[in-house]
């Protein structure tokens, strides 16, 4: 697979995992979009796109304030359920989340990128 020319990163301005993201592309001449989910959650079918590749739990960041003060740990939930919770609140995702093409990522995860730009 050949390497991305742009990369869409979903994070928060603020986010020091998402500025690590921004950083790691640019310094390898990736062109970059930033999609601040604080201005502008992602759409319910980006976050589908997401899912179907990396499943819910991957996109829920349990480490999360938003996390802790909902009290999700103590839940059970199913998928559909982690869905609905995350296009309520996208306080709860785990950023940031690269996407370059048909690939997708959650979290930090530099050594995947680094996959990526290999030819």
Known sequence: MAPPASVQVFGRKDSRPTQAA??????RRV???LVD???????????RRFVQRLGSRALLD???????????AYLSMGDD????????????????MVRAGDRFSAGPAEQTW????VP
Request: glycine residues 2%; aromatic residues 8%.
């Open 22 to 27: 921004l950083r790691f592309f640019r310094e």
């Open 31 to 33: 062109a970059v979009s």
């Open 37 to 47: 989910v604080t201005v502008r959650p992602p759409a319910a079918t980006e976050l």
């Open 62 to 72: 349990t480490e999360s304030k938003a996390y802790r003060d909902q009290g999700l």
């Open 81 to 96: 359920e982690i869905l609905e919770r995350l296009l309520e609140d996208p306080r709860l995702l785990r950023l940031p």
């Open 114 to 117: 680094k996959a990526w730009l």
